[in-house]
Every structure is written in structure tokens, then in C-alpha cells.
């Protein structure tokens, strides 16, 4: 390997700098591009894992995105088209010429190219499976008919079993035997003769255990069956809750018809993750950097206008009490603080609260338990930080009753924000709305009114 191409290999002792392509390794793969060296494009990209080529497309704009794939031409492999952005990924899928394009699929597993064929268009759907061979053609297909992020979209077809009866010896000899094995494969899954799985046994298990011992001496203790039809994101949940490596998936008959692996499951747990960051922040579920300006605009305005309204809402409240303002100015300027500190509080145990619903942590078993906590926190909080305004209130003002005021607010908009970022995620829960995705707008409304509402009604009441 040149050291012009060891350059190219993502760093890893900058913390920094760890994984991701150097400035100067983008640049010269550009200029590649830019002279038509593809002997040189092909040198500077082959030692880049699949994931760090993606990257690259992302990041470069759509000219010389297209240059470098036309001229990258049939090195463009399937496992670079995994890894692109669903966006970017469309946008390439154009640019290649057939005879690429159907190089590429072919060498992916079942479960990837559904992935793929799931976000394009028709057109690029059919030209896509007319590049499989016919029995992975029918595969696909039969994933594709399954309800949608369900484990049958999730899973591979492409599983290696063995009857209940044979020993290690047979397994061996049956894996050597064998042209078409899975690139990756974790266990031989073992079947009774209607083809119900019974057990898993590892690899390592095989190659360490004598060639007489039986394959169900050595099945794993933890098995999971998934049923076809089973949700994805309960699919994710079980991987990681029991440490799952894979999992055979069955019909509704109990059959064996596919594999799901931890790398498939650990996808679908990290995207449930960014969705429900990108929906508490109201920018849309599926919202990423290669989104167009309308695509954005589009995904954002909808938010934008839930948050009017609920600005609305707080400020007839306001207005409620427009002759105490007038009168007294020093409200107008300290009011924002009461709400912007309930908040940013109700924000803390919003996050907390959805992030513990998704995985099941909070429950109906311990909801009470939590609420009080949150409660607590609150109060706590509010108590600590009420002493600080109140301190303000009267330095800056020099008036101790306003300080009273504001440290009285302070302590009830905090304790409501505790109660309202948990007990709110869990309402919407129970009533069949995704927490994560209307949440925020509920909690702020919350904090919003009842800061502003304590605030100047306590005013009110003792300064005027």
C-alpha cells in the first residue's frame, strides 16, 4: 500500500479526527475525479471501508458526485449502496449504468435489498429485482408482500439449518460442502422435520466441540423465535434487552423462512432513536442533511405552526394582565425567566420520559414512583433557584416582595414541569399518540401558561 494511500485511511488517534475521512484524502480523490485518473480513484478508494465512501458521496456536492461514480463505474459495489443516505441513495441508484447497478444488488444479502427497493420508485424498483437471479428475485418479493417494518422486511432469507439429529461432525462437513453460504452467519439454527426451529448453536461452539457430540447438546440457552409479523422496533427491543445475536424468524405456522442479525436489529434501534430525537425537536422523522430546501421546509413548517399557537396561547394569558405590567415594569423583564426555566426543566423530564417509554423502562409499574421523583426534582430545583431569583429580585429592584414573587413562581413552574414532562409522554402513550412526536409541544404549552400565570397573578396579588 502506498503511503499516499495509507493517508486515505480514516484516523483514529485524534479523538477528533477519529473515523472520518482527512481534508486532504477528500481532496485528492477529487482531483482524481477531476483529471478522469481512474486507475488513481480506484487506488485512493479501495482500502476505505464501504461506510467512509458513503460518507464521502454525502459530503461532495452533485456534480462531482456524479463524475466520481461514472468514473469509480463497475468497482461501485452493493455494500456502498447500504450505507448512503435513503436520499443520496436514490440519486445514485439514477446515475449508474445497469449492467453496475445489477453487479451491485446482486452481491447484497435479501434483507438489504428490500431495504433498498422500500424508498425508490417504481422504475428503479423493477430495474433493481430484473438484475436478481430469479430465486433471489422471489425471495425479495416475498419479503416485500410482508406489512411494512414488520421482521419479515427486516430479516435475510438466507439462514443455514441443520436437522435436530446430526452432530458436529455432519455440520462441518455440511458447511464445507456448501457453495452459497451467507457472508455472515452467527449460528446453525436447528430444525425438527417440519422445519420449526429448536435451537441455536454457535460457531464457536461447533469448531471447539468433537465431531461425535449431537448439535442439541450444544444449543444456546437464550432462544428467541420472531414471528414474521412482529413489529421491527419490538424486534430491536428483544436483540438488546436479551443480547441477541441473531434470531430465526418463522411464519405463522411456526416455520422457519428467515434470519434477523444483531447488525439489522441494532439499525432499526439506532433510527427509532434519531426519530424520536428529530420528532421531540419538530423537524420531522426522517429529516438529514441531504434533505432539498423545500423537503425541509415542508418537514419543519407544521412544528413551526404548532408552536404559534401554542406562543398564542401564553400570550393571552399576558394579556390577561397588560394594567400590572404597564404599571410596573419590572415584570415584563423578569417574566421570561420564570418560563424559560420551566422549560427547560419540563424539556429534562420530557427526554427522560420518552427516551424510557421506548424501552420500556417506564411502565405502569413504576409511573407513580417516577412521577413523585420528577415532582421532587422539581421542587428541589425550585427551591434552590428561587432563592437565587429572589436575591435578584431585590438587588436589582430592591424590592423584597418581588422577590418574593418570582421565587414563589419559580418553585410552582419547576415542580409543574417535573409533573408535566412525565406525566404527559405517558397520557399520549395510553392514548394511542407517539409520545415523542407531540409531546414538546404539550409540555411547553404547560410551562409556558402556568410560569407566566403564577408569576403575574402572584404579582397581582401581593405588589399591586
Known amino acids: 500500500m502506498s503511503e499516499e494511500t495509507e493517508d486515505l485511511i480514516p484516523e483514529t488517534e485524534s479523538e477528533e479526527q477519529a473515523y472520518s475521512l482527512e481534508k486532504k484524502a477528500i481532496a485528492a480523490i477529487l482531483y482524481a475525479v477531476d483529471v478522469e485518473d481512474r486507475e488513481q480513484l480506484v487506488e485512493l478508494l479501495e482500502p476505505l471501508h464501504a ?3 458513503a460518507d464521502l458521496l454525502e459530503q461532495i456536492n452533485p456534480f462531482d458526485r456524479r463524475r466520481l461514480i461514472l468514473l469509480y463505474d463497475k468497482e461501485f459495489d452493493g455494500e456502498i449502496l447500504s450505507e448512503l443516505d435513503e436520499v443520496i441513495r436514490e440519486e445514485v441508484i439514477s446515475i449508474l449504468k445497469p449492467d453496475v447497478l445489477a453487479d451491485a444488488v446482486r452481491e447484497m444479502d435479501s434483507d438489504d435489498v428490500v431495504d433498498l427497493l422500500e424508498d425508490l420508485e417504481e422504475t428503479q424498483h423493477d430495474a433493481i429485482l430484473d438484475a436478481l437471479e430469479d430465486s433471489d428475485r422471489d425471495a425479495v418479493q416475498r419479503s416485500l408482500n410482508y406489512p411494512e417494518y414488520s421482521a419479515g422486511r ?13 452432530t458436529v461432525g455432519q455440520a462441518i462437513d455440511y458447511l464445507r460442502g456448501q ?24 460457531l464457536g461452539k461447533i469448531m ?18 420472531i414471528p414474521v409479523t412482529q413489529d421491527e422496533g419490538d424486534v430491536a427491543y428483544a436483540f438488546n434487552q436479551y443480547h441477541l ?22 439499525t ?50 399576558i394579556a390577561q394582565f397588560q394594567g400590572a405590567i404597564a404599571s410596573l415594569v419590572a415584570l415584563a423583564v423578569l417574566m421570561p ?15 427522560v420520559a420518552v427516551r424510557a417509554l421506548a424501552t420500556k423502562d417506564l411502565t405502569g409499574a413504576n409511573v407513580w414512583r417516577v412521577l413523585r421523583r420528577e415532582v421532587l426534582v422539581g421542587l428541589i430545583n425550585g427551591l434552590i433557584f428561587a432563592l437565587i431569583m429572589g436575591i435578584v429580585g431585590l438587588v436589582w429592584f430592591g424590592s423584597w416582595q418581588l422577590g418574593y414573587v418570582i421565587a414563589a413562581a419559580m418553585v410552582i413552574n ?5 409533573l408535566a414532562g412525565t406525566a404527559i409522554p405517558v397520557i399520549l402513550q395510553r392514548v394511542g399518540v407517539d409520545p415523542a412526536l407531540a409531546s414538546g409541544a404539550f409540555v411547553t404549552t404547560v410551562t409556558d401558561i402556568v410560569g407566566f400565570l403564577a408569576f403575574l397573578g402572584l404579582a397581582v396579588l401581593v405588589l399591586l
Do not use: C, K
Not at 471447539?208 to 437464550?222: F, H, K
Not at 422549560?343 to 427526554?351: E, K, R, V, Y
Not at 419547576?414 to 417535573?418: E, K, N, S, T
Open 51 to 53: 461506510a467512509d465512501i
Open 154 to 166: 427486516l430479516m435475510q432469507t438466507e439462514v443455514v439449518m441443520a436437522p435436530e439429529h446430526w
Open 179 to 202: 457453495d452459497d453460504l451467507p457472508e455472515q452467519f452467527y449460528h446453525v439454527i436447528l430444525v425438527d422435520p417440519r422445519l420449526h426451529p429448536i435451537g441455536n448453536v454457535t
Open 208 to 225: 471447539a466441540s468433537r465431531r461425535d457430540v449431537p448439535l442439541r447438546d450444544l444449543t444456546e440457552q437464550m432462544f428467541r423465535v
Open 245 to 266: 445475536i441473531s434470531a430465526p424468524v418463522v411464519d405463522d405456522e411456526g416455520r422457519l423462512i428467515g434470519m434477523i442479525t444483531i447488525d439489522d436489529a441494532m
Open 268 to 317: 432499526v434501534l439506532d433510527e427509532e432513536h434519531e426519530e424520536d430525537i428529530l420528532r421531540l425537536a419538530g423537524v420531522g422523522e426522517e429529516s438529514s442533511l441531504s434533505d432539498r430546501v423545500l423537503e425541509t421546509t415542508r418537514q419543519r413548517l407544521p412544528w413551526l405552526g404548532v408552536n404559534l399557537v401554542t406562543a398564542v396561547l401564553a400570550s393571552l394569558v
Open 337 to 351: 425567566i420564570v418560563a424559560s426555566m420551566g422549560g427547560n426543566a419540563g424539556t429534562q423530564s420530557l427526554t
Open 414 to 418: 419547576l415542580v409543574i414541569a417535573g
